[in-house]
């Protein structure tokens, strides 16, 4: 609800609250998402950048394929709309990659 109503800092706190708290909680990678989702959108390119790769390249336990991919398609998307050109581009690279085939 937070997120919704784009009170960022209150929701990135309670995100890192919750995630340091239940670190074991299978909603964990949902809320490193959403925490993700609130660096991009409060413009904190540094951060977003760490958790965004973090997200993307696995480094979050349990999180699945699909949030991946979305932290990896936002990365790329808000490191090419930041100037990021080559980082973004090498991003949409990897998701060209690991993109499922349109066939399946």
């Known amino acids: 609800m937070l997120y919704n109503e784009r009170s960022n800092d209150e929701a990135l706190a309670l995100c890192v609250r919750f995630a340091e708290r ?17 660096s991009v959108r409060m413009g904190d390119t540094e951060t977003a950048r760490r958790q965004g790769l973090q997200l993307w390249q696995g480094n979050i336990a349990g999180a ?13 998307a808000y490191l090419v709309a930041v100037g990021g050109l080559d980082a973004g581009l ?6 060209f990659r690991r993109a499922p085939d349109a066939d399946s």
């Not at 699945?64 to 790329?76: H, M, N, S």
């Not at 090498?90 to 998701?95: I, K």
């Open 64 to 76: 699945t394929a699909a949030q991946r991919f979305a932290a990896g398609e936002l990365l790329a």
């Open 90 to 95: 090498e991003l949409y690279r990897g998701l």
């Open 22 to 38: 239940y670190t074991d909680h299978p909603n964990v990678p949902d809320v490193k998402l959403t925490e993700f989702r609130l």
